[in-house]
């Protein structure tokens, strides 16, 4: 699955002059973890066109004060983070189009995409389009939600991507105009 500069645009408006920026690494992040049908697409699509308010944002926003909820405490332990308010929390907040958060799912993506732990070190590399279209896709894929998108089940999608249903309507509507854009019926 190829996607063009004017789909991508007509999935995400908001992303203007970011759509060229990231169009090549999206085709080959698609290409390298078998996004590789207009229904697969359109789902993902629709789901980091959501969790980066369209191509804008691949660093998750926040205060000390909201990070620290990674830093210690129960959801911090289950995302790898030391127990300890050592600012793990900031460090590994949610990067790339999907915001890959914490010490564990770093080092997860770290071992897939570089066969090392330099997003250890590195986290900021999400930052970058490459790798942050290549982080997404790369969780989309171990994630098992090809299969998911496959059938047509993207509030599940949502819930593993998010762990919950937040901004399920603006992820229902980029999935609705991503279907239409790529001709899914």
Not at 136 to 160: C, H, M, P, V, Y
Request: net charge positive; with cysteine; hydrophobic share 40%.
């Amino acid at each position: 699955m190829v996607i063009t500069h004017a789909q991508l645009l007509g999935v995400m408006p908001g992303a203007r002059l970011r759509a060229g920026i990231f169009l090549t690494f999206l085709n080959a992040a698609f290409a390298g973890h078998q996004i590789n049908t207009a229904r697969r697409a359109a789902a993902f699509l629709a789901q980091i066109g959501h969790e980066s308010a369209q191509l804008q944002y691949v660093r998750e926003l926040g205060s000390d004060q909201y990070l620290s909820k990674y830093d210690t405490g129960s959801l911090a332990a289950r995302l790898g983070n030391t127990p300890e308010a050592d600012g793990d929390g900031q460090m590994y907040r949610g990067r790339g189009l999907i915001q890959i958060t914490g010490r564990r799912n770093y080092m997860a993506c770290s071992q897939a995409l570089f066969g090392d732990d330099r997003l250890l070190r590195q986290p900021k590399l999400l930052e970058q389009p490459q790798w942050a279209c290549e982080s997404a896709a790369w969780f989309w894929q171990s994630n098992g939600l090809n299969e998911l998108a496959d059938k047509d089940q993207f509030t599940t999608i949502t819930r593993r991507i998010n762990g919950g249903l937040n901004g399920l309507d603006d992820r229902l509507r980029l999935w609705v105009r991503a279907k239409a854009v790529l001709c899914v019926s």
